[in-house]
């Protein structure tokens, strides 16, 4: 007798297919299949039983031992349809089960040592009675005792639990507290893992070993049996939301999941988001661990590193102390300039400027990754001598290194951090003040605890406030706060920000504090129909013919803004016009019914479309 059946190919846009058995399968099973044109079998998953169709199938191949159970088939349903992908593409982040591995049932007791003082029990308790809390704790008040006095708890009662954090916040440190509470049974989880080590971590959940995952957004999707616990910590950063398909938010999927299956969640942030803010019920914990008085001084001067800024920086090393130097823009200088034409030097695939690598001897797009020579003279006048504009984390290490010789100065981005080991090393190296100072981007900012930092410089701060979103002061003051609270975490700190918006700065970190901030925010935000308060979308077109592409969108213009439901809020060229040898446009929209607005966008059936739900544009 032969079975029909509905497959899924896994990572795949495509349409389900129909395949043929001659047997039962089960449900949600992980089996492979020939596609007409691939020598290679493709991964997929079994979705439904359906009857005999009216043309001829294909049998499938081969039924391995792993499965997708209900939970994550409902799951991907729903990211699927929520963030406007396939349902291979939304299935094919998730990890199966392994029906060969027996799972192990023996009990292991967790005892940590950690004493919670009055105000941090205080939020403990509150974030008991609440099934999904927010924790808007500030910085170095102790929100890490909280999450493991919580997790030891769950996993002693049978449960386990995952940690989500900023990639680049899983640090030694951070790996050193949990194991020395959860040994064996704890797992980091991060892109910078390899392949043999995700494989023992695998083996460590299918057999119940791991009841504790501490990892960045995908460990979301990894086969935890009897999941009871969900901590999101800094829940506020942006590399929660995925830059590829499907586009989804491990925070805000964190808390649908929680809500949808009666999960206990915490976020925490001491920065939190407008949207946890205004959703969540949440406990403020201003208490701080040490005793810290941090001075904040402002810098409106042009230069890179002023005389005030390098004269602090000396000071602070004197006294054996160490400085962190945080600014936007990665590599030597953001900007080639052409001082006869005033062109800049462009990526030929991408509508960008190149960004100079001095060590490198190259400039670089930051997008597509396409490298060539430094130029002697403009590409596009071939007269004019090139200037360099915004200055970078590369060109601030070296002008360090020349002004202070006899010092350790590194550089901390994604151009310098690389592997999982080098991030170790170099925190590490910090940790133990072998590092004077530390230059690095946003990664700075992620939740690091030392605390031999006296001083805090920003520099660059400007360009996110500036940037066309209405995220911008959110991200900035957010971004500013996180940064600041790296200085003076024991003892005093001092904090130097390069800005020409010292009143905006100055009122919310001297004056008021960031909930005030949030509350305001809101009002802003209700006054101008932004999120929370309503949907936003982008949707992209790409495609390497310009007026092809071009056409694609005015098409879906169109059509959008005759539907009643949705407000186009604009259209046109993306900020990025060209990446990758593809030309790009969008069309930005915006709704207060969540359901039309779906089905809108599902509407849209072109090669040329990537939907951004929840954009922030």
């Known amino acids: 007798m032969k079975y029909y059946y509905e497959v899924s190919l896994l990572k795949s846009p495509l349409n389900p297919l129909t395949y043929e058995y001659d047997a039962k399968i089960d449900i949600g099973s992980k089996v492979f299949v020939k596609l007409r044109n691939r020598k290679k079998l493709s991964d997929a998953v079994i979705i439904k039983e359906v009857e005999k ?44 089960y392994n029906k060969e591995i027996i799972e192990n049932t023996d009990e292991v007791e967790f005892q940590s040592e950690i004493k919670l003082s009055s105000e941090q029990n205080k939020a403990y308790d509150f974030l008991e009675e609440k099934k999904q809390a927010l924790l808007f704790a500030n910085t170095g008040s102790g929100k890490t005792e909280i999450y493991i006095k919580t997790i030891e708890k769950i996993l002693n009662s049978g449960g386990s639990a995952i940690l989500l954090m900023p990639e680049i916040s899983l640090t030694p440190q951070m ?12 797992a980091i989880w991060h892109s910078k893992v390899t392949k043999k080590k995700k494989e023992e971590i695998l083996e460590g959940i299918y057999s119940g070993r791991i009841k504790l995952v501490a990892g960045a957004r995908s460990a979301l999707f990894l086969p935890l049996k009897n999941l009871e616990l969900i901590v999101v910590d800094e829940e506020h950063d942006e590399s929660y939301k995925s830059d590829s398909k499907p586009r989804y938010h491990a925070k805000d999927l964190s808390l649908y999941i929680a809500k949808k299956y009666n999960i206990r969640l915490i976020l925490g942030s001491a920065t939190a988001s ?51 130097i945080f ?10 300039i052409c001082t006869s034409c005033g062109k800049s030097v462009q990526c030929p695939y991408c509508s960008v400027s190149m960004s100079l690598h001095k060590n490198d001897r190259a400039l670089k797009c930051h997008y597509c990754g396409w490298t060539t020579k430094i130029p002697e003279f403009c590409p596009s006048c071939n007269t004019g001598i090139i200037h360099n504009l915004r200055v970078g984390t590369a060109e601030i290490e070296t ?6 010789p006899q010092k350790n100065i590194k550089r901390f981005d994604r151009d310098e951090i690389k592997t999982d080991a080098k991030l170790k090393s170099v925190l590490n190296d910090f940790n133990k003040n072998k590092i004077d100072i530390l230059v690095g981007t946003q990664m ?8 031999n930092v006296k001083l805090a410089v920003v520099l660059g701060i400007d360009s996110i406030l500036n940037m066309n979103s209405y995220k911008a002061r959110e991200r900035a003051l957010s971004l500013l706060i996180q940064i600041a609270g790296r200085s003076g975490r024991k003892g005093e700190g001092e904090v130097i920000i390069q800005t020409q918006n010292e009143e905006f700065f100055d009122y919310y970190l001297k004056q008021s504090d960031y909930e005030e901030f949030l509350e305001g925010e809101l009002i802003f935000r209700e006054d101008t129909s932004y999120p929370p308060f309503l949907k936003m979308a982008k949707i992209i077109f790409a495609h390497t013919n310009g007026l092809k592409v071009k056409d694609e969108m005015d098409k879906y213009l169109n059509i959008l803004r ?52 929840d954009t922030t544009y």
Do not use: W
Not at 327 to 336: C, E, I, S
Not at 445 to 451: A, E, F, L, M, P
């Open 399 to 404: 002008q360090l290194n020349e002004l202070f």
């Open 274 to 324: 407008i949207s946890s803010f205004q959703k969540l019920p949440y406990y403020r914990l201003n208490e701080t661990f040490f005793d810290t008085t941090k001075k904040i001084v402002f810098d409106d001067s042009s230069q890179d590193l002023s005389s005030k800024v390098l004269n602090k920086i000396r000071e602070v090393l004197n006294n054996n102390a160490q400085v962190i």
């Open 53 to 96: 169709p009216d043309f001829k199938c294909v049998k499938i191949d081969e039924i391995s031992s792993f499965y997708f159970d209900n939970k994550m088939l409902e799951l991907a349903t729903f990211i699927s349809q929520y963030y406007v992908c396939s349902f291979g593409e939304a299935i094919g982040t998730f990890i199966p």
């Open 562 to 613: 005759q539907n009643n439901h949705i407000e186009v809020v604009g259209f046109g060229q993306s900020g990025i016009f060209k990446m990758a040898n593809r030309y790009r446009y969008e069309i930005i929209i915006r709704s207060n019914n969540i359901k039309q607005m779906l089905v809108a966008l599902h509407s849209i059936d072109s090669t040329m479309v990537t939907i951004d739900m």
């Open 327 to 336: 600014l936007p823009t990665r590599a030597n200088f953001k900007y080639q």
């Open 175 to 186: 790996q050193k507290r949990l194991e020395k509470v959860f040994s064996t049974s704890v």
């Open 444 to 451: 700075l900012s992620k939740g690091h605890d030392y605390h």
